[in-house]
């Protein structure tokens, strides 16, 4: 297929593509040079200016960024597994069942997706503090699931459908118990679709910041987009910029990995609940 | 009986009609959880929040709270404050939608067409998908803040340029953050709606002597108006509700950038005045529910495309 292309062709489609990654790249690899400069360097407007890891050992050194990065990976992993399983079960009746209300079902769904966070904020805030979930896991892990059980919902059922449910029948007419059915065929086709889903939901628990920040107070529950925020805050005449910018760092990079890894998947699950026709 | 139904059914032996509702008992029991939960962590706090929205209630005299009807509303849409954050975050979702449409549509054209590399294209464009709001927030406007940025050792950019120092340049950079870090999802589903258009159509263009520019616009837009909706429905409310750029692009929504979402988060949480705040919530939910109205009446967007196999 390449032969076909001229040279020029190839020439303008190198540039299109350096200019989609220099597009993707700039603002991480600025943030990145921040978070490797001396604080005198920080000003010198200059994209490599050495390597210090000073503001690493700083953030790591930080009990309230440690303390951060924990309750970031234990509420995004909790609330990621909760809705996988509230979600699991209901994609597979959505693709699988015969039932009315698919349809209501999935447009609920949608909406409850795109609601706007900003609108239970409130009622939460005087809601926890009353029964004790102000600045706590389930605090947080609670109101997750207004934008997790969705999105997990859209993709889970996205890449059921897609799965040869035919085989689960083959294999107990081979002699197989239904579970053994379930165990060897549906498990292993469905694994890498319910993995994807995961990511997905986890980078987006990962992600929040409104929940966060109007829920928690302290140590005991602030995740680590909120405690940037209040990093900053704190001193506002002398920000601590090559700090903040190592924590990011720090919390971007584990998400650049995974979305590299599985990139082809992320995008299959992206898509494939959105425009099937 | 149930039982027996049910054996029967898993043998495929049971008549249509006893099998069907079983199965669509199976199929409610395994969605009940999600679906109550939904409710729950949704409806619940909306429906306080509208309780709330009718009381005078400030936190900071929690023993004045009172029933005034809808007192809080009248206030609400009645100060300049609301109409002005309606416009700044109108004013930002018009311009970064727009601009992520084209910008996206690019994006996907490159990729849909690419000769090569499109496996680095799309990690690359990946990135912004994957990285934390706040960080990205952090990173620009790090660039742009003459103490930290490198955006003034440009060329052909002023040496003391300081755009978050004035209304129109910090909407500028919080606009530029949101395209940043959105357009790659619209991207996404645009390269999907790509896809649909039947190559055979761009032959026949090609044969009937229609130039690329015409085959874009006569046949690839027209095809993909459903994805092109709904790509645009989703990011539209996802804009209207735009928090984490502007708290931290511009602390508090200072300088003439207060959205509608960081104004209720002053009034709720700062000002800890939970009456006004959520009759704000209140309205900001039935502004969503309006565009996604405007969209699926007006210009009929079909979210049974989204639905798939389901209808």
């Avoid at chain 1, 053994?180 to 498990?187: L, N, P, S």
């Amino acid at each position: 297929m390449g032969s076909q292309h001229s040279a020029r062709e190839r020439v303008m489609w190198l540039i299109g593509i350096l200019v989609v990654i220099f597009y993707a790249l700039i603002p991480v690899v600025w943030i990145t040079s921040l978070s490797l400069k001396k604080p005198d360097e920080v000003g010198d407007r200059k994209f490599f200016s050495g390597f210090s890891f000073d503001n690493y050992d700083v953030i790591f050194s930080d009990d309230t960024f440690i303390a951060a990065l924990i309750n970031s990976l234990g509420i995004a992993a909790i609330a990621t597994l909760i809705s996988i399983v509230l979600a699991a079960m209901a994609a597979y009746a959505l693709s699988r069942l015969e039932f009315a209300g698919k349809a209501v079902i999935l447009s609920g769904a949608l909406a409850v997706a795109m609601f706007p966070p900003i609108s239970i904020v409130g009622s939460l805030f005087d809601i926890w503090r009353a029964i004790g979930l102000y600045d706590t896991w389930p605090g947080l892990i609670i109101p997750y699931m207004t934008f997790t059980l969705p999105l997990a919902i859209y993709t889970l059922s996205a890449f059921f459908r897609e799965i040869p449910w035919e085989l689960e029948q083959a294999a107990q007419v081979d002699g197989a118990t239904p579970f053994q059915a379930f165990r060897k065929i549906i498990v292993p086709l469905a694994a890498p679709g319910v993995f994807t889903a995961s990511i997905l939901v986890f980078i987006f628990a990962w992600n929040d910041f409104i929940f966060a920040n109007t829920l928690t107070s302290t140590d005991a529950a602030r995740t680590v987009p909120a405690a940037l925020a209040f990093f900053t805050g704190a001193s506002q005449f002398e920000q601590p910029i090559g700090a903040v910018a190592a924590a990011a760092v720090v919390v971007t990079v584990p998400i650049i990995i995974m979305v590299l890894i599985f990139q082809r998947r992320i995008v299959a699950g992206l898509t494939a609940g959105a425009v099937k026709g | 009986m149930e039982a027996a139904t049910a054996t029967q059914d898993t043998r495929r032996t049971g008549k249509k009609s006893d099998r069907a509702r079983s199965e669509r008992r199976l199929a409610y029991m395994l969605c009940a959880p999600a679906v109550i939960a939904m409710l729950i962590v949704t409806g619940y706090p909306i429906g306080y929040a509208f309780y709330l929205s009718l009381q005078k209630f400030d936190l900071r005299f929690p023993d004045d709270k009172e029933f005034v009807g809808f007192q809080n509303y009248a206030d609400v849409l009645t100060s300049s404050t609301w109409w002005s954050d309606v416009a700044v975050t109108s004013i930002i979702t018009l311009i970064s939608v727009s601009i992520e449409l084209v910008l996206g549509m690019a994006i996907a054209l490159v990729m849909h067409r690419a000769i090569f590399g499109r496996g680095p294209v799309r990690a690359a464009i990946l990135v912004p998908y994957g990285i934390v709001t706040v960080v990205a927030a952090f990173a620009w406007r790090y660039a742009f803040d003459p103490a930290s940025g490198f955006v003034q050792g440009l060329p052909l950019i002023s040496d003391t340029a300081a755009p978050l120092t004035n209304q129109a340049g910090s909407l500028l950079v919080i606009i530029l953050a949101e395209v940043w870090k959105t357009t790659p999802f619209m991207a996404l589903l645009l390269l999907a709606g790509l896809a649909l258009v039947p190559d055979e159509m761009h032959e026949a263009g090609k044969v009937d002597g229609a130039s690329a520019w015409q085959r874009f616009t006569k046949i690839t837009l027209p095809l993909m108006r459903p994805a092109i909706l709904v790509a645009l429905l989703f990011r539209t409310l996802d804009a209207f509700r735009i928090f984490d750029n502007v708290f931290i692009i511009q602390p508090g929504g200072a300088l003439g950038t207060e959205t509608v979402s960081i104004l209720g988060y002053n009034v709720l949480i700062n000002r800890v005045n939970l009456g006004l705040g959520s009759a704000i919530s209140i309205l900001i939910f039935l502004a969503v529910i309006l565009i996604a109205v405007f969209f699926v009446k007006v210009l009929g967007t079909s979210t049974a495309q989204q639905t798939g196999e389901a209808t």
